[in-house]
């Protein structure tokens, strides 16, 4: 098993990202906006490695994907730090404060801890620290237009059932369609399914694609 690691080789890889966007004509150039397209193939590539993990684990390559998208991190920080926007450190930073506002079961204060009794109870108690922050006003609210549909309507069936006090994935899985010629509506009712099975409807559909692929 790896030893912890020390944090170190983080700062020199930010000097280096410093150095590149300082003498690296291409690098130099981008934006974070030229970055978006290297951010998702990157994603998507590190993606590859983890759908044939349970099959062909191949913690190597995982590593390697996983610095690729460390890069794409570094590149935005670098080019926000020039312009005063922001740093890695504030990255760093903010992401810590929320995982210790998001986790009162571990980062509270000794003797005031709620107690989870399993994954489902913590789960729980995030979606409602995190809908306490955002104050959406919609359902849609926050979800980025490019989500993948199953994984859109796994999030919008997950945020009306809390929004709502009927069981409405039960009732969109019991009611497939208001048009039952709509192939739209009866994907919806799988996603529920899939939901009220505890499966992820974009990795089921993903595995069975790659299965069906390689038989």
């Known amino acids: 098993m790896a030893e912890p690691g ?5 700062v020199a890889f930010l000097d280096d990202m410093r150095r590149l966007r300082a003498e690296c004509g ?3 150039e981008q934006t974070h906006r030229s970055l978006a397209r290297y951010l998702l193939e ?3 590539e590190t993606l590859e490695v983890l759908d044939a993990w349970d ?3 191949d913690p190597a390559h995982l590593c390697e994907e996983l610095g690729d998208l460390l890069l794409q991190v570094y590149f935005h920080a670098v080019i926000a730090e020039e312009s005063g926007a922001f740093t890695i450190d504030d990255v760093a930073r903010g992401i810590s404060e929320k995982m210790h506002r998001r986790n009162p079961h571990v980062f509270g204060d000794d ?3 709620p107690v989870h009794a399993d994954a489902a109870a913590v789960n729980d108690a995030w979606q409602e620290i995190k809908a306490g922050e955002k104050e959406r ?3 849609t609210d926050g979800l980025p237009p490019r989500l993948p549909a199953l994984l859109l309507a796994d999030k919008v069936l997950d945020r009306l059932a809390r929004a709502e006090p009927s069981p409405v994935v039960e009732e969109v899985a019991q009611q497939p369609s208001r048009n039952p010629g709509s192939i739209g509506e009866r994907l919806l009712a799988l996603v529920a399914e899939a939901r009220a099975a505890g499966v992820d409807p974009e990795q089921a559909l993903r595995d069975a694609v790659r299965a069906r692929v390689a038989g």
């Open 111 to 113: 003797g005031e801890r």
């Open 6 to 10: 020390s944090g170190a080789p983080l």
């Open 55 to 57: 099959t062909a684990p």
């Open 137 to 139: 006003a919609s359902v």
């Open 42 to 44: 990157e994603t998507h």
């Open 26 to 28: 291409w690098k130099r």
